[in-house]
């Protein structure tokens, strides 16, 4: 394995002017993951948390966006100094790719590998089909819906690169509508007093006393998670940061190879740069993109998506009401459609709908690359120079795997407990990539590279805020053999 002093050398490439045209232009991975957690922790979890334990709850969502942004930045600093992604990173330290490899490959199936979104949608679909919420007997009709949502989201990805284009700009279509339905509900419906609480909920905590209220860790841990991206998908963007030639990401050689339908390039190995001033001053710049794509839009996007959702529920909820089965993903339906007519219920359920199927596709398509990527890259780590070996039977073996592993775990559970499950999976994969991050940057990168004091500190207090939230988890066993029973 090669140790960063032996890694071939490069200067750091010439960012582009930092205008607004271009900032449009090079950023992008906060999108895709504000999509994502659109359709889980916003649309679901926040407003659960919320009409549990109202608005004084969702400070956790503040203080975990703050804190997943400082990994995500963290994470992208690996990815712009030596243009790998950061899995890649973390297979060149002990024990290496054979073991690493397979281990982040399994830590993403078991956070995704709970297809809680396509049964959510299905819900939502039955819901609207059937002119009422879905109550137990509903159950197979429910299922059969997930199943057709499930697989036609792997049937999306194995389209190729124009269907998965069509779908991006659905996806950004969804998710503005989505956004100002909710909007212009709250601004019509919901009384400024709402509003306010709402907003002081996010800055200052209100919490009932625990003697007052049972507080259910295992919802809290997972509205934690996925206020944000979420665990290895957090991670994955580096993937997107390397394919898009961000940082030295433009300088490696890389081989084209066809996944899915579509031809992209992976590299076995990165590229570093030596600190000179010159280069240092291109690093400050592309750190502004940086900046200004995960600090930036990404924290301010997260935090309006959750407070719309949060907000209708603050109004609409009982106080103490608790929301699992197969009635939780057509809460807003629920709450607000019967008090305002057949239209706003149709509209509310064909959103939600919308924004949780779209979800599922972008899962499906992102963890289908995403692990070929990571078991490509550590074939390659622990084989001769040009034994790499073929990424698309690679490519096809991830997809049928993570299709057979979703459609089991359908049958186990409901929507509500999908999501849960796998939300806390990915507080655990938040411990373990931050202590790899934090180890990794003061291990590989050169002195002049690695982040601050501040910095390591605060992503070392993003792993502990997640395992003080799983030992919170692990200590009510009760509820947790439920979860999983």
């Known amino acids: 394995m090669r140790q960063p002093a032996e890694w071939r050398q490069a200067d750091l490439p010439q960012p582009p002017p930092y205008t607004l045209r271009n900032v449009v232009r090079i950023i992008g991975p906060s999108a895709i993951l504000l999509g994502l957690s659109l359709g889980s922790g916003d649309w679901i979890l926040g407003p659960a948390a919320t009409a549990r334990w109202g608005p004084g709850i969702l400070w956790i969502c503040t203080l975990s966006v703050l804190l997943q942004a400082l990994l995500n930045t963290e994470m992208a600093r690996y990815t712009l100094a030596t243009g790998e992604s950061i899995f890649a990173g973390f297979m060149r330290v002990a024990p290496g790719p054979r073991v690493w490899g397979p281990v982040y490959a399994l830590l993403h199936l078991g956070q995704v590998g709970w297809p809680g979104w396509a049964l959510a949608a299905a819900s939502t679909l039955a819901a609207a089909f059937l002119g009422r919420m879905p109550r137990a007997e509903d159950g197979a009709v429910v299922v059969g819906l997930g199943y057709a949502i499930f697989l036609g989201a792997v049937a999306v990805t194995l389209l190729g690169t124009r269907a998965r284009r069509t779908v991006e700009w659905a996806e950004w279509l969804v998710m503005a509508w989505t956004l100002g339905f909710l909007a212009a509900l709250g601004l019509l419906l919901v009384p400024w007093s709402v509003w306010q609480a709402v907003a002081v909920g996010f800055v200052w905590p209100s919490l009932p006393a625990e003697r007052d209220v049972s507080f259910d860790w295992v919802l809290l841990a997972a509205f934690a998670a996925y206020a944000g991206g979420g665990g290895t998908i957090n991670a994955a963007l580096t993937h997107w940061l390397r394919d898009k030639g961000f940082g030295m990401a433009g300088t490696i050689e890389s081989r084209p190879v066809v996944v899915g339908g579509e031809s992209v390039r992976f590299a076995r190995e990165g590229m570093a740069f030596a600190p000179t001033e010159a280069n240092l001053g291109k690093w400050r710049q592309w750190w502004r993109y940086l900046r200004t794509d995960f600090w930036y839009l990404w924290t301010a996007g997260c935090l309006a998506g959750m407070a719309l959702p949060a907000l209708l529920a603050a109004h609409f909820a009982t106080r103490g009401e608790i929301w699992t089965g197969l009635t ?158």
């Open 328 to 485: 939780a993903p057509a809460w807003l339906a629920q709450a607000v459609g019967w008090r305002y007519g057949f239209v706003v219920w149709t509209l509310v359920l064909l959103t939600g709908f919308a924004i949780l199927a779209l979800t599922q596709v972008g899962i499906v398509e992102g963890f289908a690359r995403s692990v070929t990527d990571i078991l490509w890259t550590a074939r390659a780590r622990s084989r001769a120079p040009g034994a790499e070996g073929a990424a698309g039977g690679l490519y096809y073996a991830v997809l049928v795997a993570f299709t057979a592993a979703g459609c089991a775990a359908m049958t186990l559970a409901d929507p509500f407990r999908l999501i849960l499950i796998g939300a806390n999976v990915a507080a655990l994969n938040f411990v373990l990539l931050s202590l790899h991050t934090v180890w990794i940057n003061r291990a590989l990168l050169p002195r002049e590279l690695r982040p601050s004091l501040w910095r390591e500190l605060g992503v070392l207090a993003c792993g502990a805020f997640f395992a003080a939230l799983l030992a919170k988890v692990l200590r009510d066993p009760t509820r947790l053999s439920g979860l999983l029973g």
